[in-house]
């Protein structure tokens, strides 16, 4: 065989090598952000499964607090329904009224000693809080296998493999910045 001939197979063989390496380490990244997507996806059914038994053992004290508990739970099907959708963008935007929805009812529940002194709702004010906190955990974790993806197929040679098998940018979940905002208590009780 001639060395140029052998050369040339082996340049092809490398190449070839080197453009299954990256689209396997893409197909890797692309599923990390399914699967951080679906450990979120597990923290908001339960926490969905949690909210109408707060929502009634609030209502047991606090029956005039109607528009807070309204709040809530419309708050609640919204975020089902963006998860249901798997829509990034929408789930951040019902997050984002649903964590200031929690917050309101939680500050508001401070004048109601006798719901504060319930088991039932003590249970579910620390079940939630840490669904809330692990929800937090794994949108960090997610939005990094996110920014992992998004980076590799923007990335030379990675973009032309990209475009050729179809992966697509994922998108991250991001809360809008009126959760960072303190509640207007004002609001609350005027």
């Not at 908001?44 to 707060?54: A, I, N």
């Not at 504060?116 to 939005?143: C, K, P, Q, V, W």
């Not at 990335?155 to 009126?178: N, S, T, Y």
């Amino acid at each position: 065989m001639d060395t140029s001939l052998i050369i040339f197979l082996a340049i092809i063989g490398v190449a070839a090598f080197y453009f299954i390496s990256i689209y396997n380490h893409l197909v890797r990244l692309k599923h990390a952000v399914s699967k951080a997507w679906a450990n979120i996806d597990v923290l908001l059914k339960q926490r969905h499964d949690e909210l109408p038994k707060l929502v009634e053992t609030c209502k047991q004290h606090m029956g005039y607090e109607q528009k807070t508990l309204t709040a809530v739970m419309e708050a609640r099907s919204a975020v089902a329904s963006a998860r249901e959708r798997e829509d990034v963008g929408a789930l951040g935007q019902a997050e984002t009224q649903l964590r200031l929805g929690l917050g309101n009812l939680f500050a508001v529940a401070e004048d109601y000693p006798e719901l504060r002194a319930s088991d039932s709702f003590m249970h579910l004010h620390s079940r939630i809080t840490g669904l809330e906190s692990g929800i937090a955990d794994r949108r960090e974790y997610y939005n990094d296998s996110v920014n992992h993806l998004n980076v590799r197929i923007e990335q030379f040679p990675d973009v032309i493999v990209a475009r050729k098998f179809g992966f697509k940018a994922a998108e991250l979940l991001e809360f809008d910045e009126a959760e960072k905002a303190d509640v207007n208590m004002k609001n609350l009780f005027g």
